[in-house]
């Protein structure tokens, strides 16, 4: 899957309100920078099945893209991913066999009644498996919904990507930045726009700082391929030569 697009959906009421702090992101973005892949975007969103559903409507008609999704898919009331993804794609919500086998090889007679309701899916889904209490998650369309849990989730984050996209590899990114002190950034503009025009499969960037004390300064980079990058800071360092000689 060539300049696939990769989006993580991370829910849950507690992430949104602060009683519990969001580590996926971090774990997704480093696990990815294994394979020289970055994230398009990331969404956060409560349990409310509203957004919800308007969340995953939307993911689910992205072309071209994998979504990882991490909570909402237990058994209690405030739970439910399982049944939304089913409701944004017009499926039922089916008991899959194969989901009870593992539920109840993990728990046996409690599995009932409580528990099995994990087994209920959107109709064509497939497993991911879960190595830690066998529960498994679900994936469907390119979308992979795993626990909030970031010792079930993150291994089979891991799984999915070893198992469905062993090759899905990108192009080693490198950094190259100029820190310009005491101008504006309003002053590079034009030059930045020249500088995109050029080097069209850079991705230029501009991070005005203010100190403490006033001072200001720029920090202006490219991020791209070794080669490329370096051609960019390149040009970027001749210019800075260029504007303080005029100064």
């Known amino acids: 899957m060539s300049n696939t697009n990769i989006h993580l959906i991370i829910i849950g009421d507690e992430i949104l309100s602060g009683r519990r702090e969001d580590k996926h992101f971090e774990f997704a973005r480093g696990l990815l ?11 956060y969103v409560g349990d409310d099945t ?39 794609l017009g499926l039922p919500l089916i008991r899959h066999q194969g989901a009870v086998a593992e539920i109840e090889a993990q728990f046996a007679a409690d599995a009932y009644p409580i528990r099995v309701h994990m087994a209920d899916l959107p109709q ?49 990114q490198v950094v190259e930045r100029v820190i310009i002190e005491g101008q504006s950034e309003s002053l590079w503009v034009d030059w930045m726009e020249d500088f995109e025009h050029q080097f069209p ?7 005005p700082h203010i100190g403490d004390d006033g001072s200001r300064h720029i920090e202006l980079g490219c991020v791209g391929v070794p080669e490329l990058a370096a051609q960019g800071l390149a040009a970027m360092q001749a210019e800075v030569a260029r504007r303080a000689s005029l100064a």
Request: no cysteine.
């Open 50 to 88: 509203t957004e919800l559903l308007r969340v995953l409507k939307e993911s689910f008609a992205r072309p071209n893209s994998l979504t990882f999704s991490f909570g909402g898919i237990g058994a209690t009331p405030d739970d439910k991913t399982r049944q939304t993804a089913a409701a944004a």
């Open 124 to 172: 064509g889904a497939d497993l991911i498996p879960n190595p830690l209490n066998r529960v498994p998650g679900f994936s469907i369309q390119q979308h992979y919904f795993m626990p909030g849990f970031p010792q079930m989730s993150w291994a089979m984050m891991r799984w999915v990507l070893d198992t469905h996209y062993p090759n899905l590899r990108g192009q080693q």
């Open 201 to 207: 499969q850079l991705k230029l960037y501009s991070l």
């Open 33 to 43: 920078a294994e394979r020289n892949l970055i994230l398009t975007g990331v969404r």
